[in-house]
T-cell receptor, first 116, second 116 residues
Framework: GENVEQHPSTLSVQEGDSAVIKCTYSDSASNYFPWYKQELGKGPQLIIDIRSNVGEKKDQRIAVTLNKTAKHFSLHITETQPEDSAVYFCAASLFAGGTSYGKLTFGQGTILTVHP | KAGVTQTPRYLIKTRGQQVTLSCSPISGHRSVSWYQQTPGQGLQFLFEYFSETQRNKGNFPGRFSGRQFSNSRSEMNVSTLELGDSALYLC???????????????FGQGTRLTVV
């Protein structure tokens, strides 16, 4: 089955700096890669996603890049703010019916701390 | 539009008991997935339901079961609770157009289950 590795496990940056979180996946057939932000006491919140036919996607201060050949994808947050502090999860999924329905395989998470 | 609603938010149960958790998806969403989140294992897929049918199941023992009703609301049940079942149980709903096009999964705030 799919396996997703996420690095680093913790990341500490100063306000205004950029933060980068990287994930690798094992199943070359995976075609959907979302990123979630989870704050204390809350469920994961979808912040950005990318499909396998796209190499990069941006949404204001957040961007995601995908390298299908190397089977890795990354989250980039620019101009970080204290409210960006949270746990970030990457995930991979295969949308092809059959046994892949509804299943997201998650990385282990990255605790991001943005210091004022 | 209301988000994914999970009830109850917190539960304390005794070993050997059973528990039922409820999830109301976003209006119009027909796919409901369940995940278990623990500090040691992270986010793990339990099962997914669509139109009252289980389409996919993760690697959990048969004590974990679920169902979906005609209004897309879903319940999951854990029988003969063990201490290791203590976790945050998350429900996610997605639109699932049926065309095998990736659709976003939106999570509820979860039910925190503590087994004593």
């Amino acid at each position: 089955g799919e396996n997703v590795e996420q690095h680093p496990s913790t990341l500490s940056v100063q306000e205004g700096d950029s933060a980068v979180i990287k994930c690798t996946y094992s199943d070359s057939a995976s075609n959907y890669f979302p990123w979630y932000k989870q704050e204390l006491g809350k469920g994961p919140q979808l912040i950005i996603d990318i499909r396998s036919n796209v190499g990069e996607k941006k949404d204001q201060r957040i961007a995601v890049t995908l390298n299908k050949t190397a089977k890795h994808f990354s989250l980039h947050i620019t101009e970080t703010q204290p409210e960006d502090s949270a746990v970030y999860f990457c995930a991979a999924s295969l949308f092809a019916g059959g046994t892949s329905y509804g299943k997201l395989t998650f990385g282990q998470g990255t605790i991001l701390t943005v210091h004022p | 539009k209301a988000g994914v609603t999970q009830t109850p938010r917190y539960l304390i149960k005794t070993r050997g008991q059973q528990v039922t958790l409820s999830c109301s998806p976003i209006s119009g969403h027909r796919s409901v997935s369940w995940y278990q989140q623990t500090p040691g294992q992270g986010l793990q897929f339990l099962f997914e339901y669509f139109s009252e049918t289980q389409r996919n199941k993760g690697n959990f023992p048969g004590r974990f079961s679920g169902r979906q009703f005609s209004n897309s609301r879903s319940e999951m049940n854990v029988s003969t609770l063990e201490l290791g079942d203590s976790a945050l149980y998350l429900c996610a709903s997605s639109l699932d157009s049926g065309y095998l096009i990736p659709t976003e999964a939106f999570f509820g705030q979860g039910t925190r289950l503590t087994v004593v």
